[in-house]
């Protein structure tokens, strides 16, 4: 899952985009309004985590612009101010959550699993295809019930193809949701992904669960069909 942190404090946005990779997830940085809506409008993020005080367009307003761009996208606002009008300001200009600093990274996690739940193609904290199941919440996926040792990225490909199953995802769609704005389009990172996860997912004696289709991507589902 890919998310924007818009946080005009520089080291405090560089130490939460550290520890929600290490979480699994691709991040992007934005420290003000204007460039924060530019890269909502380039980016298909799956969650926006929005400071309040920011220079320039403040919270609100990107807030605001991104709900009346028509832009579905969770907005999780973090701020240092707790008055009751400000979260109802807040809440009411288009956010989906509040969050007030300082504030528990456990929790914070929490509430971007529980938004990025309530979106349309994203439901459920346990994701299952045959005898591999993924819980969302721990990050621990296991085949025939055993766990795989996979890496935060490798992780972070499968339950992206979880939620996808059934469909052919383009490497496109997965560099936008899985890889952050530092991904490079001419290189095969994807591919060797790919190959390493399947080596842990699809052991020999076990039914292939993850298939390339040729010119098209790729395709995490429980038939024979495939390659």
Not at 150 to 163: D, F, G, P, Q
Not at 202 to 213: A, M, Q, S, V
Request: proline share 4%.
């Amino acid at each position: 899952m890919r998310l924007l942190i818009v946080e005009d404090e520089q080291d405090a946005a560089s130490m939460l985009a550290k520890g929600l990779r290490e979480a699994s997830f691709a991040v992007d940085l934005a420290y003000d309004g204007e460039s924060a809506l530019e890269k909502a409008h380039l980016n298909a993020y799956d969650a926006v985590i929005l400071d309040l005080m920011l220079p320039g367009k403040d919270g609100m307003d990107v807030c605001r612009e991104i709900r009346a761009s028509g832009l579905p996208v969770p907005i999780l606002m973090v701020t240092a101010q707790d008055a009751i009008q400000q979260r109802i300001a807040g809440l009411d200009c288009g956010a989906d959550d509040y969050l007030t600093k300082p504030f528990d990274f456990g929790e914070l996690t929490a509430r971007i699993r529980a938004l990025l739940r309530r979106a349309p193609s994203v439901q459920k904290g346990e994701l299952q295809l045959a005898d591999l199941v993924i819980d969302t919440r721990t990050r621990i996926a296991k085949r025939a019930g055993k766990a795989l040792d996979l890496t935060s990225k490798e992780y972070a490909l499968l339950e992206y193809l979880a939620r996808r199953v059934g469909d052919v995802v383009g490497r496109a769609e997965i560099s936008e949701h899985v890889w952050d704005e530092s991904y490079d389009p001419f290189s095969n990172l994807i591919e060797v992904y790919i190959q390493r996860l399947r080596r842990k997912v699809d052991p020999p004696g076990l039914k292939r669960l993850i298939h390339t289709r040729r010119g098209e991507g790729y395709q995490l589902m429980a038939t024979e069909e495939g390659e």
